[in-house]
């Protein structure tokens, strides 16, 4: 099951949507966590799909949301959700208007030096998932 935390897709104003709504999930997700949030996944653009990872400069999922929103250029869609165990990003534009790119949210495990991480599958086996504290923030169960 999908629970839903920012779909863009209804905006009637990106501008007053995003002040409106995502600034709400991001003060709900007001959450630290021990290490910093990782984003990985896979990158769709015309030309094909690509891996994809970035370490961003936070430990809080709030403002990893706005940091993996602001990381795409141009007129994009994006939803922000909860699925299968894990925390997940969907983003369609342009260059993907039914093939979206996903984007999985982690959490760095404690001790582990980001400068050590080379490629995702390194990310992967050295972070934890995020959809855990994002349930229990809601109220809902995985």
């Known amino acids: ?6 779909d863009s897709s209804e905006a009637y104003d990106m501008e007053d949507y995003y002040e409106d709504y995502l600034e709400d999930e ?7 966590c021990k290490g910093k949030i990782a984003l990985v996944g896979k990158i769709a ?12 400069d936070t ?9 993996a929103v602001g990381s795409f250029d141009g007129n994009n869609t ?7 165990g894990k925390m997940m990003l969907h ?9 979206p790119s996903a984007i999985e ?14 490629n995702t599958d390194d990310i992967i086996k050295n972070s934890l998932l995020l959809a ?3 349930c229990q923030v809601y109220g809902w169960t995985l």
């Open 45 to 56: 653009r015309w030309n094909g799909v690509f891996p994809t990872y970035k370490i961003l």
């Open 132 to 134: 855990d504290r994002v």
């Open 1 to 6: 099951m999908r629970n839903m935390i920012y």
């Open 26 to 32: 991001v003060m709900n997700l007001n959450v630290n």
């Open 59 to 67: 430990c809080n999922i709030g403002k990893s949301m706005v940091a």
């Open 105 to 118: 949210f982690r959490e760095l495990k404690p001790g582990v030096d980001e400068f050590d991480l080379e």
């Open 78 to 84: 994006f939803e922000i959700f909860v699925e299968d």
């Open 91 to 99: 983003q369609y534009g342009h260059d993907n208007p039914t093939n």
